[in-house]
Each structure stands twice: as C-alpha cells, then as structure tokens.
C-alpha cells in the first residue's frame, strides 16, 4: 500500500495540485536578490513544489517588502520556524497529511517508510540537501549517546526498538520498523517538528567524529562548552533561530544577530516552493520581528503597527480592534480557534493528598462540579455569546465530533449536583454552609492560575459564585506556569485553570497523545505521564480504571494499520472523557482575532492553533504578499 505518494513531477498538494510540468513554467527572477546568487533554475530543485494559487482561491502574489509583525519576548523569534511551515510533509488546510520538503513518501504496511528528498534541492546557503542530512541526523545525532543520551525519540521506537535505516540513494531513504509506527509522520508535521535532517555539511565541523580537534576546542572555548558534545548541541538549533550561521530550508532566514529586540529575517533563495506562475516563493522579501511589552501588543496592532498580528491578541481586544479599524486601515478577521475549550478546570487526579485523590477520582464528584456551572452565562458575559457552552472536546471542524461529546453532564443542574455530592457522602456543612470533606476539612478547593490570560481569572469569578450554591468554596490562587508545573510534580497542585486540548481538530491519523496520560507537562494526571515518558522510571503506574483503559486504547492506536481502526480508538477515547468530565470544559469556539494590514492572501476566515496548525503556518504564509 502506497499513501501520500505523489508522483516525481513537481506536483502540489490537494486540491491546489498544479498540473503545469516545470518544463512549461517560465521561470521568474526574484527581483532584489543578491546578483551573485546562482539563476533561479540552479537555485530551485529540478521537481519544486509547484504551488497553482488559482486553484486555492488566491492571487498569484509580487515579490518585495517587508511584513512587520511583535513578539512580547525575544525568544519568540524562533516563530518564523513555526510560521514559515516547511516540513517534510505537513497538514493542508482540510488537514490531509501530505509531503512538502520530501516529494513523495511511500509507506508499506504501516512500518516501512521511504522518504524520497528533491533533486537539486538545496540549504539556504546553497549546500544541497539530501539522504546524506537525513543519515547526519539519525546515525550521528540521535543515535551517538554523546548528543543524545536519552537514546532515539520516542516516535522513533517501536515497542522500544528503533528502525532500521539505509540510505537507498542519494535521494532516498527507509526507515523500516518490526511493527507499524502510526506516530512517525504525524511527528513530522508538527508546529515544533524533531527535524530529522541537519545540514550536515555545516554540523560536521563541530563533531568528533569529522571534525578538526583544535577547531572544536577553540570553538567549544569561545561558549564555553566542557566539550564537543555541548557545542554541537549549541549549534544544532533548527528550532529557536539563535545561530545565525546554521542554513535552513523555511521560507525566511535569521541571518544577523546584532539585536535581541528586533530581529530581521530575509528570505531564502534556495527555498523550494515556487508559484505556477514561475515566481519562487516566499513572496515578501523579509519579515521583521519587534519585540514589545505583551500587555501594549493590542494597543500598537490597533495603532497600525503590525501589518499581521495574532500572538498575544485575544477576544477581548476585539472591540477595540474593530474600532481602529478605518483610521488606521487594517481588518480584523476572527479565526476559528482549534482548542478543545477556551477555558478548562482542570481536577489534579495524582494530587498526593489522599482524601482529595480519592474525591478527585470519583466521576459522581466531577460530574458535580460541571452541572454546577452554568456555561451559557459564562459565554454570555465572557464572549458576547459568541463561544459555545460545553465540555473540553473536540470541535465540529473535526471528523471524529459528536454532538453529545460536547454536552454529555455539561448542562447547568445545581439540584441534581447537589444530590451526587450528598450521594458521595458530603453531606455536613460547616456554619458558612460549604461542605465537609470526610476528615471534617471545609471542601475548599484552591484553584491555581497561571496568570496568563485575564479571561480564565474572570471565569473563576463566575464559577466561585456558582459553586457556592452547591456547597463548593472555591479559591483562585495566582500563579505562573513554571510554578504549577512545580506543584504538579509534588503532587500538591490540587486543581487549576488553562486552556482546554490543544488540538480540539484531531484526526484519526493524529496521534492521541493530549487525551491520554503519556505527558508529564498535563497538569491532570502528571505522575502518570512521568511514569510513561521515563518508560517507569519515575511518577506512578495509573491505578484508576478510565487512566488504564486510556493507556490500552493509546497502545492498540501505536499498533494500528488502518484508519477504521483508529478512528474506533479515537471515538473511545473521546467516550470515556465525556462519561468521566475528566476536564471540566466551560466554552469552546472562541475567536482569535487577526489583524491583516496591507497583506494579501490571508483568509478572513481561517484555523488558529498550534498542532495542527502551527499558527499562521497550515494557510501558507510563504503565499501571503503586501499590497504595497
């Protein structure tokens, strides 16, 4: 069985397919390159990606200028890696799985993966690209215990095996697993990808195994790295765009390093994608990233400072965005937001406390506290009605949705809240009428928050006051991020408030890994997920049925072949959450704002998330063009 092949032919993806050979594309200079550069038929594999923007319902765009966009940190420069969405192969905008660097990746039997890179494809810096990176990768970073003590990456393992690997040809390359690896290309696709391929050409100065030891001693002293190993890793930084001298294959380029609050990245004129028109892609020439104070983001993109704006904007600066609008010439378009629910509660069911552990694990007591909010007033006063009322679950965008996923113990029913809490037990109250828990403590549940987002603060508010009519005191407790984390690890995090699943329009194809608890970093179930990514090392074994049940049903996806199996997998995954309110989901379906100034190709309506998504990423940014 072959899946997301596409023929060696310079083909695009999707319903944007170009059917025009390259042999009939008259090819178009960028104008303002570097007149040293190659022509661009040097500069382009001999099969690019061919991008036929008619056929998605845009223009064909003009190279020039520069797209001025704020970050609230520094850091946040490594969003252009993000943004820019170059991956080997990538989600499209109906959320198929389909190749973009590779030109086509044939798969057998679920385990046997040929990548097949594109001749002529070449680095930012014009070193080619090929099977040889890829080989870097694998046979020199992550399997040298130097670089990579932690051994391969999880999808890299297959019931803790890793694949085979060989090198074909110097375009193509095989992983070949004993058992189906169903994470692998997921894994390749995402916001934050593992970026299987280096250029090794520039790496091999700083490793042991190819490089000059006095060069590496004297480079390794310049960073102070204790050795090799260190300065290789300080130097192989695909992701956050700190090393100005490593190429790339994204559409945009950090190439200077001489500010840490504006940072400008140039196009990449070996980059890979060119439009049916025979111009190269990306359109706009740079994008220049300012760093400003998070809190004064929305003021500056309504002063007409920003001419694409999304980080740290919200739904509540929609009216003050709308209102800027005519004076200073922007759109705001309101995308879909992709998270399971805007704002989740979410019980710690690894809190070490052994009373609260055991009330936290028993379904009567969450389904208590979800029928005791009431959902429509909290959209109502929070997002003008906009949202929709329900639990943490996917969205209608998404192929696995259920409508009752979304209602299933969500409606607001205090008196039928009030006899499940009395089922339990809890029946004292103290003088103040807030229940008692079975050691004679006031049922007092702190509420932790990280202090990120005003809106969450506001729903607690809301809730506090509906969980006093159920005999539930609550307490919201600032925080930060780091702090929760902490908390969670000790096991002394007893609730908290974030957002709901990241990825509220999975696929079948899309691995579970949010809905079950094989991640340390959720703050629902923390020691189970330590317990799974330390392969029993450290955390605990889930000892609650719904955790086991979960953790079977991510196994048997690890092992799956076929969609069907899958997306059986998927829809009891999503079962048991409903029946458990493992979250306590309160609206979904909010907006996030986008502020569009002099730039084409942007739709007015769109997805926003991270995985999928990467942000701007999953609509092409590279298409996007300034109108002056």
């Known amino acids: 069985m072959k899946l997301l092949h596409l023929k060696r032919a310079g083909l695009l993806l999707g319903a944007a397919l170009a059917a025009t050979p390259l042999a009939a594309l008259e090819l178009k200079e960028t104008p303002g390159l570097d007149a040293s550069l190659p022509p661009i038929a040097e500069r382009i594999p001999s099969e690019p990606l061919i991008v036929d923007l008619k ?24 969003l252009i890696n993000v943004w820019g969405y170059a991956r080997l192969v990538g989600y499209n905008d109906k959320l198929e799985l389909v190749p973009d660097i590779l030109a086509a990746v044939d798969v057998e039997d679920g385990r046997i993966f040929t990548l097949h890179t594109r001749e002529g494809h ?8 090929d099977a040889e990176d890829i080989r870097y990768y694998f046979e020199d970073i992550v399997s040298d215990e130097n670089l ?83 300065l290789h890793n300080k130097k192989d930084d695909m992701y956050n765009a700190r090393n100005v001298d490593l190429p790339t294959l994204q559409p945009w380029v950090r190439k200077r390093d001489d500010s840490d609050l504006r940072f400008i990245l140039e196009r990449n004129p070996y980059y890979h994608r060119v439009d049916s028109t025979g111009q190269q892609l990306p359109y706009i020439d740079e994008v220049i990233m300012t760093v400003a104070d998070g809190k004064l983001i929305p003021a500056k993109a309504q002063a007409g400072e920003s001419n694409l704006q999304a980080r740290n904007l919200s739904f509540s600066d929609i009216t003050v965005l709308k209102k800027g609008e005519k004076q200073n010439d922007y759109k705001t378009a309101l995308w879909s937001n992709s998270k399971g629910s805007e704002i989740a509660i979410k019980p710690n069911l690894t809190v070490k406390d052994p009373v609260w552990r055991k009330l936290l694990r028993d379904s009567r007591f969450r389904h208590a506290l979800s029928l005791g909010i009431d959902r429509n007033l909290l959209n109502r006063v929070l997002f003008f009605g906009l949202g929709t009322p329900g639990n943490d679950t996917v969205l209608a965008a998404s192929p696995l949705y259920k409508p009752e996923l979304t209602s299933k113990w969500a409606e607001y029913d205090p008196d039928k809240a009030n006899a499940l809490l009395d089922e339990i037990g809890l029946t004292e109250r103290n003088d103040k009428g807030i229940r008692l828990l079975p050691d004679g403590r006031p049922l007092e549940i702190i509420v932790e928050t990280a202090g990120e987002a005003q809106v969450q603060e506001d729903a607690l508010e809301l809730v506090t006051e509906m ?24 096991g002394d995090l007893l609730m908290s408030v974030w957002w709901g699943f990241e990825n509220g329009i999975p696929t079948s194809e899309m691995p579970p890994s949010d809905y079950v608890p094989v991640r340390g970093d959720e703050l629902s179930w923390h020691s189970w997920g330590d317990h799974y990514e330390t392969r029993g090392e450290g955390g605990e074994k889930p000892d609650w049925a719904p955790a086991e049940r979960l953790m079977e049903l991510y196994r048997a996806w690890l092992v799956s072949k076929t969609p069907e199996e899958r997306t059986k997998i998927w829809d009891e995954i999503l079962q048991i959450h409903a029946e458990e309110t493992i979250h306590i989901g309160l609206v979904s379906g909010v907006r996030q704002p986008v502020v569009i100034k002099d730039v084409k190709n942007v739709p007015l309506e769109g997805i926003y998330g991270w995985d999928p998504g990467a942000h701007f990423g999953i609509h092409r940014m590279d298409e996007f063009f300034l109108s002056e």
């Open 55 to 78: 056929a998605k319902g845009r223009e064909v765009g003009k190279h020039g200028g520069s797209l001025d966009t704020l970050i609230g940190r520094a850091k946040d420069v490594r």
């Open 148 to 230: 990579t003590p932690s051994g391969l990456p999880p999808f890299l393992l297959v019931n803790g095996k890793g694949p085979k690997f060989e090198v074909i040809d110097d375009t193509t390359v095989r992983f070949t697993w004993e058992e189906p690896n169903p994470l692998f290309l997921p894994e390749l696709a995402k916001s934050r990808p593992p970026f299987i391929y280096r250029p090794s050409h520039y790496l091999r100065q700083f490793h042991e195994k190819y490089g000059d030891p006095d060069f590496i001693a004297k480079e390794a002293e310049k960073v102070k790295a204790r050795s090799w190993a260190p």
């Open 122 to 129: 070449k680095w930012s810096d014009g070193d080619p690209f």
């Open 467 to 490: 969980w006093a009519e159920i005999g539930v005191k609550l307490f919201a407790k600032p925080s930060q991020r780091d702090n929760m984390r902490e908390r969670a690890i000790s």
